[in-house]
């Protein structure tokens, strides 16, 4: 038989502290946002073994009145919310009145605290939830929150933890995070006594950005500033040779929050997926600025995740916004010794011959009013350091390219396009795969497959935007066997395949034929082509027409293209770098893997330790 009792209020504490304090990491980001709630322009944390041993965080907000001390380490008590249709618009970071509380129950919590009207402080104890007396306490304006042995009388949650070195990293994680989004507030954290992260109260968003990604990252960052009564969208990105293939990088904050949403995760993919390889996340901050009755931010406990109203806006606008930006950005036009250029007889890089630098497309105006830029200059942006004009003129200076081209990088007159009737110049084919070739400043390698698939692409979307793709007639339809349903689901889509420059028609009940491919994809074989674009139509049953004929261009560019291995005879491959030398962009493949690579003379200099 048994008795059903209320649970002990300590409990109670204690299983609701599951849900909000899982490690130290979660203890400050609590505090901090408190303290961020509280109007402070400094807050300071400082850990002793990765906030295992003590967490202290102090701060100069308004401070808590010695009358509400109590009121503030008690669950459900808060000032942020009073009526419950406050919930409906959520400013602060705080709302559920829970943090306190839920800390103090696992832990030996010491508050102290002093307002600005008050010439006195206070100091209130709860060790593991026994709550102890208000006493006065020296303090200066703002408040200190010391939290001691976390989970020291819950072992089994203790057990849990990491080392120490793990868990300050994921403490400082969260500082960085809320540092990034909070202008006008200087943070600071330090372990043991050693200072881990900094940023001062009137570093901007760039500043903050190098604090966290590190001054060269930071530097090459491309802008996005988006602004919006309804929706507005601040982002940096950095250039794709910074992606990695976890997500540790990539910071996303809706109104000052830090979320971690999956979906929304999957829009800032899809909006960089020509860019960053398939499989890789960016380095990417990006903020979103919703009015607070569109979004739903008390889903979860942590407060990571979230619901929008209006998902399809939402996720919508992160998608073309990163896709508008990048497109127009350096990272999509050509580098330094550009495919096509003329390229010295020599390796001295010697020759008066036009070597092509920088982009030509640069920042600009965007549809809705957006604008493009880098954090210093829009034009040396994405370009690796390789391909940077200023870098050419640190080249010059110290002697590593001929009078020419040192005279043109230094007064920036290197001409921006290459001549698309230029020699494809001197190259090596390397194990049928990689194209060696030398340009000023170092030796380009070209991946054979990625060129020919992105030339595949812009050159196929070029002609779809001018309603033209050349179609070539199959002398003998080539006859695919299909179930009925695959057949009609393909039939469906005869428009978009004719657009595409592939006609096909019913052969009988479970029979397609194919009357025509694309003209300039020759290497595309016709029923492995099928095979694709079924697979990509049941993939994207519901998608728009535009987006199956997105992904269908995509597989057609790539399947079309030489592969790795194929050989090539000189003549083709010369056509091919000709064919890539007018590109909209042409730095990577569909698939965003890199098109092309550099090695610097300095990178040569290291590798024979001359540096
Ligand atoms: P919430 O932040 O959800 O309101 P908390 O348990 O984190 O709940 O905090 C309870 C209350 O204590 C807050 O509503 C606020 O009034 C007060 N408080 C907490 N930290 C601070 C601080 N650093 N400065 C001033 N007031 C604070
Ligand atoms: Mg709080």
């Not at 303090?139 to 042995?149: L, M, P, S, V």
């Not at 194209?435 to 595949?456: K, S, T, Y």
Request: proline residues 4%.
């Amino acid at each position: 038989m048994s008795h059903i009792r209320k649970l002990d209020p300590i409990v109670v504490d204690q299983i609701a502290a599951g849900e909000v304090v899982e490690r130290p990491a979660s203890v400050v980001k609590e505090l901090v946002e408190n303290a961020i709630d509280a109007g402070a322009t400094s807050i300071e944390v400082i850990l002793l073994e990765g906030g295992i041993r003590r967490i202290e965080v102090r701060d100069n907000g308004i401070g808590i009145d010695r009358e509400e001390l109590l009121l503030a380490v008690t669950s459900h008590a808060t000032s942020k919310l009073s009526a419950p249709s406050d919930l409906e618009a959520i400013a602060s970071l705080g709302f559920r009145g829970e943090a306190l509380a839920s800390i103090a129950s696992v832990s030996r919590l010491e508050v102290i605290s002093r307002t600005a009207e008050s010439n006195a402080g206070a100091s209130l104890k709860v060790d593991f939830g026994r709550v102890g007396e208000v006493r006065d306490a020296a303090a200066a304006k703002g408040t200190r929150f010391i939290i001691d042995d976390l989970f020291a009388e819950l072992p089994a949650r203790r057990k849990f933890l990491k080392r120490a070195s793990t868990e300050a990293g994921h403490c400082t994680a969260w500082v960085e995070r809320l540092a990034l989004v909070h202008e006008g507030v200087a943070f600071r954290i330090e372990n043991d006594g050693r200072s881990v992260f900094e940023v001062r109260a009137d570093d901007d968003l760039t500043a903050r950005c190098a604090a966290v990604f590190g001054a060269n990252i930071a530097d090459r960052m491309l802008a996005i500033d988006k602004p919006n009564d309804v929706l507005s969208c601040t982002a940096r990105i950095g250039p794709p040779e910074t992606a990695r293939r976890d997500a540790r990088r990539v910071h996303l904050f809706l109104n000052g929050r830090w979320v971690r949403d999956a979906r929304l995760l999957r829009a800032v993919r899809e909006g960089v997926r020509e860019f960053v390889p398939i499989g890789y996340y960016p380095t990417l901050f990006l903020q979103l600025h919703v009015s607070p009755e569109r979004v739903d931010v008390n889903v979860h406990p942590q407060k990571t995740e979230v619901r929008f109203r209006d998902e399809r806006i939402v996720f919508g606008t992160v998608v073309n916004t990163l896709r508008q930006c990048l497109s127009a950005s350096d990272w999509a036009t050509r580098a330094v010794g550009g495919i096509g250029s003329t390229v010295a007889e020599t390796p001295s890089f010697g020759g008066a011959s036009a070597y092509p630098v920088g982009g030509s497309g640069g920042g600009g105006e965007l549809a809705g009013g957006a604008s493009v830029g880098g954090g210093s200059s829009s034009r040396d942006f994405p370009a690796p350091s390789w391909q940077r004009a200023d870098d050419l003129r640190g080249a010059a200076a110290a002697g590593q390219l001929d009078d020419f081209v040192a005279r043109q990088a230094a007064d920036g007159s290197l001409p921006l396009q290459s001549d698309p009737d230029a020699a494809a110049g001197d190259f090596l084919s390397i194990a049928n795969t990689f194209l060696f070739r030398p340009v000023p400043g170092g030796v380009e390698i070209i991946d054979q497959h990625a060129l020919h698939e992105r030339v595949n692409l812009e050159e196929l979307r070029k002609e779809i935007r001018e309603g033209q793709v050349v179609m070539q007639p199959l002398l003998v339809p080539s006859l695919v066997d299909l179930s009925r349903t695959e057949l009609e689901l393909l039939l469906g889509l005869k428009d978009t395949f004719l657009r595409l420059g592939v006609d096909v028609d019913a052969f009988g009940e479970t029979t397609l034929a194919i009357r025509g491919v694309p003209a300039r994809l020759q290497r595309l074989h016709p029923e492995k082509l099928v095979m694709d674009l079924l697979e990509i139509a049941t993939d994207n049953r519901a998608a728009s027409p535009e987006k199956i004929q997105e992904e269908m261009l995509f597989s057609m560019s790539c399947r079309g293209a030489v592969m790795a291995g194929d050989h090539v005879d000189r003549a083709a491959l010369e056509g091919l770098l000709k064919r890539g030398a007018n590109l909209p962009q042409d730095r990577t493949c569909a698939h965003g893997r890199p098109v092309r690579i550099m090695l610097t003379l300095e990178d040569l200099e290291r590798a024979f330790f001359r540096r």
